[in-house]
């Protein structure tokens, strides 16, 4: 669990730094697109609210997942897919043994 923890804190500081990168970057080329190509000419736009209003939206959805992911645990096809993998490993290796096998001599 703490890995997941981890990873989704991770994902959030990436996430809102995305989020600010894009809105710095609004301000030039907004800049550019009101001054018709003398971006001096105009006032650079406050994306603040903005940013905060995107980091709050990432804030709530990671929140969502850190709660689903502390409560559940793996089920259904996950589950069942671990399950299958660990009994069944010696025919899946065989299999893939003789699946190369086989390529190997179709091509040499």
């Given at each position: 669990?703490?890995q997941?923890i ?8 990436r996430?809102?730094?995305?989020a600010t990168?894009i809105?710095?970057?609004m301000?030039d ?7 018709k190509?003398?971006p001096?000419?105009v006032?650079?736009y ?6 905060l209003e995107?980091?709050e939206i ?8 850190r709660m689903?992911?502390?409560t ?7 589950a069942?897919?671990k399950s299958f993998?660990?009994?069944h490993?010696?025919?899946?290796i ?6 190369i096998a086989l ?5 040499g």
């Amino acid at each position: 669990m703490p890995q997941r923890i981890d990873t989704l804190n991770f994902v959030e500081g990436r996430l809102k730094g995305f989020a600010t990168r894009i809105y710095t970057r609004m301000i030039d080329l907004d800049r550019r697109m009101r001054g018709k190509g003398f971006p001096d000419r105009v006032p650079p736009y406050d994306p603040k609210r903005e940013i905060l209003e995107a980091e709050e939206i990432i804030s709530q959805k990671i929140a969502i997942l850190r709660m689903h992911h502390i409560t559940s645990e793996p089920t259904g096809i996950w589950a069942a897919g671990k399950s299958f993998w660990l009994k069944h490993w010696q025919w899946i290796i065989s299999a893939l043994l003789a699946l190369i096998a086989l390529l190997i001599t179709l091509i040499g």
